[in-house]
């Protein structure tokens, strides 16, 4: 069939099943708007900035597994982008992102909103194509939505200019793809698989560290299996939150940075590290020389180059959790029993009996701990969280009980303050059946706070849960350990009146100082069924414990003081 | 710290426009040293070979091949050992100098002259890059006015 390019672009999106764009007009892209305007195969949400819409794509596709997608103009449309891109990146998220580019004639000229998009994103995402012809058009969409799902996934960027959107052809869309260059591994060799058994039954002490490939591979009933099996404690990244479920009295829970103490020093005393799709990031490691410094590793990830990147792995396995583990799991059938570990169990209950995650409530204010696992009583498994960066998400990762993997939604990788609000809006369209909460702080929330317009015209009712405590608290709590308190540029006391603002752009507001208010608050905004901001007024000086001081060994925690009366 | 090994790394890639600029970038961006790089098309494909000598330690070393192998249009990924090792030079000599001096010269490091102007001499030489760092050396005595290496090229034995 004949067509235009701009058509060609709906056309492929609704042949890989897309349902929603999330984007951002603007002149190189009008095109393929013009195109949008006459199709009714997907919906397009007009958010309010491209770094939302390129966010918001991203929650929809942690939420659903699916390749989110968004569209974007050339220049400063594309710069709005990056950031997105980069977070999708850092964290292994599948979405095709699809940019205006100036025509092909004007390329190299410094034309009117002319930027070199492949350039500047080729280090945030996992390929990038300019499209230079109108008949390279579909293979190239189709061969990005590939390249984003498959092996370790990422972003994935398509440059069109707009001559090529304009230009009319053939339209075929090709059923398969077939990239000579491209083949990842995804099968785990045998060998490796097998020295893994033996070494998970000869060791006393096995720890498996859970990361977000597992949530990526969707193996998280797998990961529970293996545990359960062998009765063998789990600890799990910031991304992998969810993975064991909170009820599970295997997990530890998550290790770190801000990981609890029996996590912590789980990972300082096990023979065995099981690396399931986790990286060894710093955040996680502490001091590498310190870190699981009595243990073998094996290591399981798709992508090669994780493995032996920052520590020597025993046994290194390249592929897919999940396959992986369905023939770890049939290695160990019937070889493994519960009561193989539970002394080593035993030792990491007294561990978290000695020191529990736990803060000290208070009667007079409201301490973001409390409000977090206050939503997770009233929510629980039903609400699907979003975070933004700082406090806020460590007590969120925390405190909230998540019991199944894609629940929890945060920038892990990259930290990117902002990228709540707009990831909720995605989460929400991509699981519109559950209540989609955002536990944000007052300074990452003004950082995509134009997100309450779109939320408003799409009817999006995603409840925003500020924890404001008149800072940049985690900026505050490092100034207050390591800079003598000195607070440069950290006092958010000059603050916006939340409430009005988000009544401002047809939201719901509320303004909270005591825990009844709260509550009250969090049950009108559900039942209101509106986007809403829930300004909670917390302690301004909590600090997030347990803490790890950057580059400390991970056994080397400062512990709440409540914690350390024990 | 861990000790710097040299190596010679070979990378077949899809000639796309942007290949080595993936490929260069990945280099800087992950903070890997590039000694020398060549670049050119192999006959009868769509492929480029592109040649690295770099340095790092072994863990480095593994990352280089580990990450080049992630970008899409690489094929693959030669890390070398067995091969043999070539890189070209040019050097210009004012005419003044003796020719038959510098003839013998390029000769002893596989070469020759290559061009006698009104003004200058051009010698040229291929050969091993050790011993093109000792040919240049020795050229110092002629007065060199300039000198063009090549970088290296590598191929398995
Ligand atoms: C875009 C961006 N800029 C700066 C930072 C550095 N940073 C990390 S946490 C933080 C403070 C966040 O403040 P707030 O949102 O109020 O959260 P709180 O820590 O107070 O809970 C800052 C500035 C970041 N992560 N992202
Ligand atoms: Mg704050």
Redesign the interface.
Same mark, same amino acid.
């Given at each position: 069939m004949k067509m235009n390019g701009a058509r060609m672009v709906c056309e492929a999106l609704i042949a890989e099943g897309v349902k929603t764009v999330f984007g951002y007009p603007g002149g190189a892209i009008m095109n393929v708007y013009d195109e949008i305007y006459k199709q009714d195969g997907f919906e397009h949400i007009l958010n309010r900035h491209e770094q939302a819409s390129v966010h918001a794509a991203d929650g929809y596709a942690r939420v659903t597994g699916d390749v989110g997608v968004a569209m974007v103009t050339s220049g400063p449309g594309f710069t709005n982008a990056v950031t997105g891109l980069a977070t999708a990146y850092m964290d292994s998220i599948p979405m095709v992102v699809i940019s205006g580019q100036v025509p092909l004639s004007l390329i190299g000229t410094d034309g009117f909103q002319e930027i070199d998009a492949? &350039?500047i994103s #080729? =280090?945030c995402t996992?390929?990038n194509f300019?499209v230079r012809e109108l008949s390279e058009l579909p293979r190239i969409i189709k061969e990005a939505f590939h390249?984003a799902k498959t092996g370790r996934p990422g972003p994935v960027l398509v440059d069109i200019p707009k001559d090529i959107t304009a230009e009319i052809g053939e339209f075929v869309y090709p059923d398969l793809v077939d990239? =000579? !260059? /491209?083949k990842p591994t995804i099968k785990g060799n045998k060998r490796q698989i097998e020295k893994a058994v033996d070494a998970i039954l000869k060791s006393k002490k096995p720890l498996l560290y859970v990361g977000g490939g597992v949530v990526l591979s969707n193996a998280s009933d797998l990961v529970r299996k293996l545990a359960d099996m062998g009765g063998i404690p789990a600890v799990e990244t910031l991304m992998a939150r969810g993975v064991m479920g909170a009820g599970n009295p295997l997990l530890q829970g998550m290790l770190g940075m801000h990981g609890n103490y029996s996590s912590n020093m789980a990972m300082s005393e096990t023979d065995l590290v099981i690396a399931l799709g986790s990286r060894f990031d710093d955040r996680v490691t502490g001091k590498l020389s310190e870190f699981a410094k009595y243990a073998d590793i094996i290591h399981v990830d798709i992508? *090669? *180059?994780n493995i &032996? +990147?920052l520590v020597d792995v025993d046994y290194p396995i390249v592929g897919d959790v999940y396959g992986v583990l369905e023939r770890l799991i049939a290695g160990l059938e019937g070889r493994v029993n519960r009561d193989k570990y539970s002394d080593w169990r035993e030792v990491l209950e007294r561990y978290d009996n000695l020191h529990p995650q736990s803060f000290t409530d208070s009667e007079n204010v409201i301490k973001p701990q409390w409000a977090i696992e206050r939503i997770g009583e009233l929510l629980g498994e039903e609400a699907i969280i979003t975070s933004d960066v700082g406090q806020h998400q460590m007590w969120a990762a925390q405190h909230y009980p998540f019991d199944r993997p894609r629940q929890w939604i945060n920038s892990g990788g990259l930290g990117t303050m902002g990228f709540g609000f707009p990831a909720a809006l995605g989460a929400k369209k991509g699981a519109p059946e559950k209540t989609v909460i955002n536990i944000t702080g007052d300074g990452s929330i003004l950082m995509n706070v134009q997100e309450l317009v779109t939320a408003s015209e799409y009817k999006i009712p995603v409840i925003n849960v500020i924890l404001n405590n008149n800072f940049l608290g985690m900026v505050r709590q490092w100034q207050t350990f390591f800079y003598e308190a000195r607070y440069a540029e950290t006092d958010l006391s000059y603050q916006p009146n939340f409430k009005l603002l988000a009544e401002a752009c047809g939201g719901i507001g509320y303004d909270v100082a005591t825990k009844a208010e709260f509550d009250e608050a969090l049950k009108d905004a559900i039942a209101k069924d509106r986007v809403a901001f829930i300004n909670v007024a917390v302690n301004r000086f909590e600090n997030v414990l347990p803490m790890v001081p950057a580059g400390g060994a991970l056994y080397n925690m400062i512990l709440d003081d409540q914690q350390k009366e024990k | 710290m861990a000790d710097k090994t040299r190596r010679v790394v070979s990378v077949l @890639? %899809?000639n796309e !426009? !942007?290949v080595l !600029? #993936?490929v260069s &970038?990945l280099f800087a &961006?992950r903070g890997y040293n590039i000694e020398t790089l060549t670049v050119a098309p192999l006959p009868n494909t769509n492929r480029s070979r592109i040649t690295i000598v770099t340095k790092g330690s072994q863990?480095v070393l %593994?990352?280089i091949t +580990?990450?080049l192998? +992630?970008l @899409? =249009? @690489? /094929?693959k990924v030669v890390e070398h050992e067995e091969m043999v090792e070539k890189e070209m030079v040019l050097v210009k000599f004012p005419i003044e100098e003796n020719l038959a001096d510098i003839q013998a010269l390029c000769g002893a490091y596989n070469g020759g002259i290559v061009n006698v102007g009104t003004d200058i001499i051009i010698g040229m030489v291929a050969d091993e890059p050790f011993r093109i760092k000792h040919f240049i050396e020795a050229t110092q005595r002629y007065s060199p006015i300039e000198v063009v290496r090549g970088g290296v090229v590598a191929i398995e034995r």
């Open positions: 492949i &350039g #080729r =280090p996992k390929h300019l390249i990239i =000579p !260059s /491209y992508d *090669a *180059a &032996g +990147k | @890639v %899809e !426009s !942007s !600029s #993936r &970038g &961006g863990r %593994e990352q +580990k990450q192998h +992630k @899409v =249009p @690489v /094929y």
